[in-house]
Each structure stands twice: as C-alpha cells, then as structure tokens.
Nanobody, 114 residues
Framework: VQLQASGGGLVQAGGSLRLSCAAS????????MGWYRQAPEKQRELVAL???????VYADSVKGRVTISRDNAKNTGYLQMSSLKPEDTAVYYC?????????WGQGTQVTVSS
C-alpha cells in the first residue's frame, strides 16, 4: 500500500484544514488508518485513528477539534481539523495497518500562525 498525504499548509489560529491520505490500493480491508504528527524536536504522536469497524480514537489534545474519516470508495482517508492552534504545527503523517503490517505515507506540513 502506498499512501499520499496532502492538504497541509499555512493557516491562522482558529482556522481549518482538511488533510487527505490517498491509498494506492483498496482500504476496504485495512485494520486501521491513522494520522500522526511530529513537531520539531518532539516525538511522533498519534492524532487520530479509525478502525475497520469505523471506531475512532482521538488524542486528548485534539478532541472536539478534529474528525477522522475514510471513504472506502475513493480509497482515501481524511482528517478534518478546525479551531487550529499554533501548537498544532507539525508534519502530519498518515498510516494504515493491514495484515499486521504498517504502511506510512510521506508527511504534509501544517503550520498554524498566531
């Protein structure tokens, strides 16, 4: 599975962005799809994930501001982010888990100005 993340950019605090993660193959049978982020000099951290059963998990820092979703017909996952804060600035990565293997996409930069 190859993943292509997009949708990052520069936004003012309080603004919104929608990140997309396009998969080269079907995502219908994946175990989970997740979004992670890594800020400078910090470890990569989970932002949100969605399981095969469409159960969602969110980091406490983004709850209420972020929605993860997936469109199996388009083989694409999404991360809708609103009320963005400067501390949301990071490189955002998507991944999928399938048959016990983890596949990562390249990152997309999100920068939130104050």
């Amino acid at each position: 599975v190859q993943l292509q993340a997009s949708g990052g950019g520069l936004v003012q605090a309080g603004g919104s962005l929608r990140l997309s993660c396009a998969a080269s193959g079907s995502i219908f049978s994946i175990d989970a799809m997740g979004w992670y982020r890594q800020a400078p000099e910090k470890q990569r951290e989970l932002v949100a994930l969605i399981t095969s059963g469409m159960r969602t998990v969110y980091a406490d820092s983004v709850k209420g501001r972020v929605t993860i979703s997936r469109d199996n017909a388009k083989n694409t996952g999404y991360l809708q982010m609103s009320s963005l804060k400067p501390e949301d600035t990071a490189v955002y990565y998507c991944n999928v888990v399938r048959d016990g293997k983890i596949y990562w996409g390249q990152g997309t930069q999100v920068t939130v100005s104050s």
